[in-house]
């Protein structure tokens, strides 16, 4: 199989989907071919891809025409797709729930695998990279908001007095929030964490929070099969603003990770909530790109309202670029080795087995989903 990893060119993309690690083990099997300069962002030089026995490739066109499958972090831009060649295979974050895209797949006649789509079973935990990036994007969020603070996150005992310890608010308990939890805790903030589903409680009790819920009525149920917050009745979302509202008031920093997937991020942080808050109180709002927990935060800047800061950057993970790369490029490596009959090498798609079958979008141009 020839295998084709290609520079990312959307804007503040610095990933790359494969590393000299997972292309050692790509090339002991298939050939692989990277276009020149694919691993610069994440610190990954072409003579190192050279070195895992993968050829360098001058230009994208050159990479695209002798790739049977392509390892990408982000989707076919629109100039990427001429460049496919027909019958190909792309595996990346494909946006699965924008339908024109995924027509895009189909109609230029490729193979397509969306990674936001692998199922949330024991057996597909290695390929999971929607959580190998939202563990970073948790930790990286509380970086940025103790540099924006400007106050100690700990609480210090000194001889000119006492300084009190920050308080954070994470709104949303999946992966990157627990590991926004962990990281403030780190630095000795003291933490509030909410999510709908009541079952993160005990993690968040486990990492040194307090957890603060909405108690759910009868019949009322926050979560889907798959694990993920679904969307809550209007009275919930009432009971609900007014929990958060009365936490943010109290808090110096409060970071939201909530997404409803193929849908809009829900509003947690609503205007009033934030003209409240303390000045000098900081909001990194991690679901920005999709809408935004807050109705003020902006794509990609950091702005002040009301006397917040409001950290709207929509790609965390790109922000640490080398091991989020690394964390990516094995996901993506389990993931290609299920395609593949592990004795002959030879491609299998056993559309049977429920983690091909739940990120395949396309297949020879032709719409599964």
Same mark, same amino acid.
Do not use: W
């Given at each position: 199989?020839?295998?084709?990893?290609?520079?990312?060119? @959307?804007?503040?993309?610095?990933?790359?989907?494969?590393?000299?690690?997972?292309?050692?083990?790509?090339?002991?099997? $298939?050939?692989?071919? +990277?276009?020149?300069?694919?691993?610069?962002?994440?610190?990954?030089?072409? &003579?190192?891809?050279?070195?895992?026995?993968?050829?360098?490739?001058?230009?994208?066109? %050159?990479?695209?025409?002798? %790739?049977?499958?392509?390892?990408?972090?982000?989707?076919?831009?629109?100039?990427?797709?001429?460049?496919?060649?027909?019958?190909?295979?792309?595996?990346?974050? =494909?946006?699965? $729930?924008?339908?024109?895209?995924?027509?895009?797949?189909?109609?230029?006649?490729?193979?397509?695998?969306?990674?936001?789509?692998?199922?949330?079973?024991?057996?597909?935990? &290695?390929?999971?990279?929607? &959580?190998?990036?939202?563990?970073?994007?948790?930790?990286?969020?509380?970086?940025?908001?103790?540099?924006?603070?400007?106050?100690?996150?700990?609480?210090?005992?000194?001889?000119?007095?006492?300084?009190?310890?920050?308080?954070?608010?994470?709104?949303? +308990?999946?992966?990157?929030?627990?590991?926004?939890?962990?990281?403030?805790?780190?630095?000795?903030?003291?933490?509030?964490?909410?999510?709908?589903?009541?079952?993160?409680?005990?993690?968040?009790?486990?990492?040194?929070?307090?957890?603060?819920?909405?108690?759910?009525?009868?019949?009322? &149920?926050?979560?889907?099969?798959?694990?993920?917050?679904?969307?809550?009745?209007?009275?919930?979302?009432?009971?609900?603003?007014?929990?958060? $509202?009365?936490?943010?008031?109290?808090?110096?920093?409060?970071?939201?990770?909530?997404?409803?997937?193929?849908?809009?991020?829900?509003?947690?942080?609503?205007?009033?909530?934030?003209?409240?808050?303390? #000045?000098?109180?900081?909001?990194?709002?991690?679901?920005?790109?999709?809408?935004?927990?807050?109705?003020?935060?902006?794509?990609?800047?950091?702005?002040? @309202? #009301?006397?917040?800061?409001?950290?709207? #950057?929509?790609?965390?993970?790109?922000?640490?670029?080398?091991?989020? %790369?690394?964390?990516?490029?094995?996901?993506?490596?389990?993931?290609?080795?299920?395609?593949?009959?592990?004795?002959?090498?030879?491609?299998? =798609?056993?559309?049977?087995?429920?983690?091909? %079958?739940?990120?395949?979008?396309?297949?020879?141009?032709?719409?599964?989903?």
């Amino acid at each position: 199989m020839q295998i084709g990893i290609p520079l990312e060119i @959307k804007a503040g993309e610095k990933r790359v989907a494969a590393t000299p690690e997972t292309v050692k083990k790509l090339a002991a099997v $298939h050939s692989v071919s +990277v276009q020149a300069g694919a691993g610069i962002g994440a610190n990954i030089t072409d &003579s190192e891809y050279e070195a895992a026995g993968a050829k360098i490739v001058a230009d994208a066109e %050159s990479l695209y025409a002798g %790739s049977e499958m392509v390892l990408k972090v982000r989707g076919l831009e629109e100039q990427e797709f001429p460049l496919a060649k027909k019958g190909a295979m792309i595996v990346g974050l =494909l946006a699965p $729930h924008d339908r024109e895209k995924m027509e895009n797949y189909a109609k230029s006649g490729l193979t397509a695998f969306a990674m936001e789509s692998i199922p949330r079973i024991s057996r597909a935990q &290695s390929m999971d990279v929607l &959580s190998s990036q939202a563990n970073i994007g948790g930790y990286k969020s509380v970086i940025l908001a103790a540099n924006a603070y400007g106050r100690f996150f700990p609480m210090l005992m000194t001889a000119a007095g006492t300084v009190k310890a920050a308080r954070v608010l994470i709104l949303g +308990v999946g992966v990157a929030g627990l590991q926004a939890i962990a990281t403030a805790k780190r630095l000795g903030a003291v933490i509030e964490a909410f999510d709908v589903r009541p079952a993160v409680k005990e993690q968040v009790l486990s990492l040194g929070a307090k957890f603060v819920e909405v108690p759910l009525q009868e019949g009322e &149920s926050a979560e889907t099969s798959g694990g993920y917050a679904k969307e809550m009745s209007e009275d919930y979302k009432r009971r609900q603003a007014e929990l958060i $509202h009365a936490r943010a008031i109290q808090s110096d920093i409060v970071i939201t990770t909530a997404l409803i997937p193929g849908k809009p991020a829900p509003v947690l942080l609503r205007e009033e909530t934030v003209k409240a808050m303390k #000045h000098g109180s900081v909001v990194v709002d991690m679901a920005v790109e999709f809408g935004g927990n807050c109705p003020l935060s902006e794509k990609d800047r950091i702005v002040e @309202k #009301h006397g917040v800061t409001l950290i709207g #950057h929509t790609n965390l993970p790109a922000m640490m670029a080398a091991d989020a %790369s690394a964390l990516y490029a094995r996901n993506m490596l389990n993931f290609i080795n299920l395609l593949f009959d592990q004795k002959t090498g030879e491609l299998k =798609l056993n559309r049977e087995d429920e983690i091909i %079958s739940g990120t395949l979008i396309s297949i020879n141009g032709e719409m599964v989903k």
